[in-house]
C-alpha cells in the first residue's frame, strides 16, 4: 500500500507503538474550526485555499467539535504515565488531512501552540485517504466528511461524522457516551423494529434474551476503551464511559446488559431511555464526546451543548 504524500513525525511528541496504542485519526476539520477555510475551498477552489492558509499560517485556528475529546484523552495518557512510565497502551492521536503540505503548515502550528500531543500529521493528496486507516492501525476516525465516514466503516474501522458546533470544554475525566443498536450493537433490533413494530422487537429480545447480540461499528473502539479503562479503579479512574439508549429497561435492556458481560466490557453508568429524548440526561453527563446513528439524538445533543457524532447506518 502506498504511503501518504507527507507525513509529519512530532519530534516534541513521545512516539507510540501503534500495535499497543488506541489510534484515533482525526481530520482537520474535526479537530478545528475549519468551516470558513471549507467554504472558502468550496467556492473558489483549492489553489485559493492553500494560498489563504499559507498566508495566514500564524494565525490560530479555533477549536473545533473533537478537540475537547482529544484533550481529554492527552489527559489519560497523563494519569497512565504517572502510574506506569513504561506503559505503551496509551491514546495516539494523528491528524489525517487532505491539505497539501504546504496548507497544513497552519494546522501544525495551531496544534503546537494548544499544547495537542499529535504524533502524526499525514497529508493525503488521494480523494479517498481512509485507505491509510489500517496502515496506521487506527481504532477510530472522526471527520467532518460523510463519505470519509463511509469508506471508513466499510473498511472495517470504527469512525464516525462530527458536526461542527460551539460548545463548552468539559472538564476532565474522559467521558464518553455510546448508543445501543447500530453502534455498540449491531442493527438486528432495528430491523425488527421496522419490520414488525415494537411490540415484535419486544418479542424478538424476549427470544434471544441468552444470545449476546451482533457487534456494531464502535465495539471495536469501545473495546480498546474499556482494555485502557481496566487499568484504573472505578473510583481513581480518569475514563467514564455510558451507555444511553431508546431501549426500555424492563423489556428490552437484559439483552444489552448481558451482550456486555458476555463482550467483557465495563459500563459506568447505562440509561434505557425508553424512547425519552437523549437531550437532558446527556446535558447532565457533560460527554467530551455521544455516538449515535439517529440524527434526531444528534439535533438532540447538539441543541444542549453536547460534541456529538453521528455513526451512519446507512452508507
Known amino acids: 500500500m502506498a504511503e501518504p504524500e507527507s507525513t509529519v513525525i512530532n519530534t516534541h511528541v513521545k512516539q507510540k507503538d501503534p500495535s499497543e496504542a488506541l489510534v484515533i485519526a482525526v481530520t482537520t476539520r474535526a479537530i478545528f474550526d475549519l468551516e470558513e477555510e471549507h467554504k472558502l475551498y468550496l467556492e473558489k477552489g483549492k489553489e485559493e485555499y492553500t494560498r489563504h492558509q499559507q498566508a495566514n499560517q500564524d494565525k490560530l485556528l479555533p477549536p473545533g467539535t473533537a478537540f475537547a475529546f482529544i484533550q481529554a484523552a492527552q489527559y489519560v495518557n497523563e494519569k497512565i504515565l504517572e502510574s506506569n512510565p513504561a506503559e505503551k497502551n496509551l491514546f495516539d492521536i494523528l ?22 500531543e499529535i504524533s502524526k500529521f499525514c497529508f493525503v493528496s488521494d480523494e479517498d485517504s481512509t ?14 466528511d460523510r463519505t470519509d465516514v463511509c469508506n471508513a466503516l466499510q473498511r472495517g474501522v470504527s469512525a464516525a461524522l462530527v458536526f461542527q458546533q460551539d460548545v463548552q470544554a468539559p472538564s476532565t475525566p474522559l467521558r464518553v457516551v455510546f448508543d445501543g443498536d447500530a453502534v455498540l450493537f449491531s442493527d438486528e433490533t432495528d430491523q425488527v423494529f421496522r419490520e414488525q413494530g415494537l411490540e415484535g422487537a419486544v418479542q424478538y429480545e424476549r427470544a434471544m434474551e441468552a444470545v449476546p447480540m451482533g457487534e456494531g461499528p464502535l465495539k471495536a473502539f469501545a473495546m480498546h476503551l474499556g482494555k485502557i479503562r481496566k487499568k484504573f479503579s472505578q ?27 458476555e463482550w467483557g466490557l465495563a459500563i459506568d453508568e447505562a440509561f434505557f431511555m425508553d424512547g425519552a429524548p437523549k437531550g437532558p440526561i446527556l446535558a447532565q453527563i457533560q460527554p467530551h464526546i455521544f455516538f449515535d446513528d439517529g440524527l434526531h439524538n444528534i439535533h438532540g445533543a447538539q441543541d444542549v451543548g453536547v460534541p456529538s457524532a453521528w455513526v451512519p447506518s446507512c452508507c
Not at 497539501?100 to 496544534?111: D, F, H, L, Q, T
Not at 485507505?131 to 467532518?144: E, R
Open 235 to 261: 473510583e481513581e479512574s480518569p475514563i467514564r464511559t455510558y451507555l444511553v439508549t431508546a431501549r426500555s429497561g424492563r423489556d428490552m435492556g437484559i439483552r444489552a446488559i448481558k451482550t456486555l458481560r
Open 95 to 116: 491528524v489525517l488531512s487532505n491539505n497539501s503540505p504546504e496548507s497544513g503548515v497552519r494546522i501544525v502550528n495551531s496544534a503546537k501552540h494548544y499544547g495537542l
Open 131 to 144: 485507505q491509510y486507516l489500517k496502515s496506521h492501525s487506527v481504532k477510530l476516525f472522526l471527520s467532518a
